[in-house]
């Protein structure tokens, strides 16, 4: 069983910066993902990461912004997000799963979500 606990989120202004924390416990070698879901629309994938951290994939729309990251001496991953804006807010999510590379779906294990709010 794995569980992740997130940290991090808040209120910025546009333009502004902040860091998501996923810290992971059980399972060691898995994948990780973030997704976020605005108000009144469906979850979307943003960042994945493979166990490792060699390889890594983006949202078009974030990619340039956000670096997903990860420190497997602390199983804890990061997604630091710079040049925020308003459209960025939502509840984000990182998620687990199996595998070795960096997956967009199929996910098996969520965090609790933390709230991203950018102000304009």
């Known amino acids: 069983q794995v569980q992740l606990v997130q940290s991090g989120g808040g209120l910025v202004q546009a333009g502004g910066s902040l860091r998501l924390s996923c810290a992971t416990s059980?399972?060691?070698?898995?994948?990780v993902g973030w997704f976020r879901q605005a108000p009144g629309k469906e979850r979307h994938f943003v960042a994945a990461?493979?166990?490792?951290?060699?390889?890594?994939f983006y949202l078009d729309s974030v990619r340039g912004r956000f670096t997903i990251s990860r420190d497997n001496t602390i199983n804890t991953v990061f997604l630091q997000m710079n040049s925020l804006k308003p459209e960025d807010t939502a509840v984000y999510y990182c998620a687990a799963r199996g595998g070795t590379n960096y997956y967009i779906d199929h996910y098996d294990y969520w965090g609790q979500g933390t709230q991203v709010t950018v102000s304009s």
């Open positions: 990461i493979s166990w490792n951290g060699d390889s890594a």
């Open positions: 059980g399972r060691t070698f898995y994948a």
